[in-house]
């Protein structure tokens, strides 16, 4: 690997930075978790030859930033950059369902890297669906063009979730191929691997399709407590062995989606959420990786989001990034936030608001960017190429 220039971009790190230290070697910057965290004595669970033992994805700007230590440049990746924005994932996907080529290693691989060619971006996401390992299970599902997942038979009763599938070990056997021949083309391109969580999949679930308010999954959890409980716990369980499948074959962090968390309060967060979250998480604490905790419409749960054990928190576009890391108590790495409005916005807009998010980015001991929601299908894809190379030399 070259070596990295290792000037902090805003000189937001006052330790001396070093290129040769090994993982873990800074100083902790607090002792509870997250960032500073001893990243070393986390890594003995990882199978030898894991990507994140090798120096160059263990010195990548995204691993370096999520430990929460300065960066040859601050680091950028797309949720969702993989995906119809693109040529030639729309030819990928011709004539081939959505789940099924989450399903065929080869196709999801080959995804999976586009938007790293295309786009130089710092890390790659697995193509998947958060979705998969229900299918996996066995859960009749399907993923509606347009629409997004839908179930069979919604799940609302106690009988309904007593008769929810476990997902056995072996199902995960198409998710590990995909990520050992993504990783396998990599280098020192870090893949991020994710899982939905609990609360999100169960709104999946209980409404049986999208919806607006996740009204159900809300009452479920006032009206019918044990059921809720019982189903959170299955989201979990199904989660976490997702995000362990990944981490396991070479994924080097993972990112938790909980995209519908937003429609929750503090207090129901707190009470009937945050610890099903907390368990997907711990799945993977062992092995060491960073862990991304990321919502929308979540600016009053982000310290609660942290706490389910995360070292970083994915902002979206409703807070700046500054705020967020205020109520964050300016000690945890945050992710986000440009919009994805301004994407199709005058070049000069869209950079004005990227150096602004830049700048407030500085305020947290670590940044890495992201939207602040996935990128739109219809948006042009040089912008975001000429975003990233935008976001590099800014902080070079
Ligand atoms: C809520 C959610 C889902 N899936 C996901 C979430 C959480 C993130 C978020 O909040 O957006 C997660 C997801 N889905 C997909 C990824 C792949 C990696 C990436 O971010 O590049 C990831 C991380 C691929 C996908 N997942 C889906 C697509 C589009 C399918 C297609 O190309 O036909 C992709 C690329 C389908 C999907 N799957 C889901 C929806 C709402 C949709 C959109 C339906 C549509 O508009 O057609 C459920």
């Not at 989001?305 to 994915?314: C, F, T």
Request: aromatic share 4%; with cysteine.
């Amino acid at each position: 690997m070259a070596p990295h220039n290792e000037r902090p971009a805003a000189s937001r790190d006052p330790r001396p930075a070093d290129p040769a230290a090994a993982p873990g070697a800074g100083a902790p910057r607090t002792g509870e978790g997250g960032v500073g965290d001893d990243w070393e004595r986390r890594l003995t669970a990882l199978p030898a030859g894991h990507p994140l033992r090798s120096e160059g994805v263990a010195q990548s700007p995204l691993v370096r930033t999520l430990r929460g230590l300065p960066a040859a440049h601050t680091p950028v990746w797309f949720m969702r950059q993989a995906g119809r924005s693109m040529p030639e994932y729309r030819a990928a996907r011709e004539g081939t369902g959505m789940l099924e080529a989450c399903l065929t290693p080869e196709l999801a691989a080959e995804i999976t890297l586009q938007p790293v060619r295309r786009h130089g971006v710092d890390a790659a996401i697995f193509f998947s669906d958060i979705v998969v390992p229900m299918k996996l299970s066995g859960v009749g599902v399907d993923i509606v063009a347009g629409r997004g997942p839908v179930l069979e038979h919604p799940v609302r009763t106690a009988a309904d979730v007593a008769a929810l599938p476990e997902l056995a070990d072996a199902d995960l056997d198409p998710i590990r191929e995909a990520v050992a021949r993504t990783v396998a083309e990599l280098g020192d391109t870090p893949l991020i691997g994710f899982a939905g969580a609990p609360f999100t999949i169960a709104a999946y679930a209980v409404e049986g399709g999208p919806s607006r308010d996740h009204l159900r999954p809300r009452t479920m959890m006032h009206a019918d407590p044990q059921s809720w409980e019982a189903l959170a716990q299955w989201a979990a369980r199904t989660s976490g062995a997702f995000l362990r499948a990944q981490v396991e074959a070479g994924a080097s962090a993972v990112q938790l989606f909980d995209s519908w968390a937003g429609s929750l309060s503090l207090g129901d967060y707190e009470a009937h959420v945050q610890r099903h979250s907390a368990d997907a998480l711990a799945a993977v604490a062992e092995l060491g990786v960073p862990r991304i905790h990321f919502g929308t419409g979540t600016g009053e749960l982000l310290a609660a989001m942290r706490d389910a054990g995360a070292d970083a928190v994915g902002v979206d576009y409703r807070i700046p990034l500054d705020e967020a890391s205020r109520r964050l108590g300016g000690r945890t790495v945050v992710q986000g936030n440009i919009d994805p409005a301004l994407l199709p916005a005058p070049r000069e807009v869209l950079h004005e608001h990227t150096r602004d998010v830049l700048r407030r980015g500085r305020s947290a001991p670590g940044h890495v960017v992201n939207l602040g929601h996935g990128v739109p299908p219809e948006t042009d894809p040089d912008v975001l190429s000429e975003l990233v190379t935008f976001i590099h030399k800014e902080t070079r």
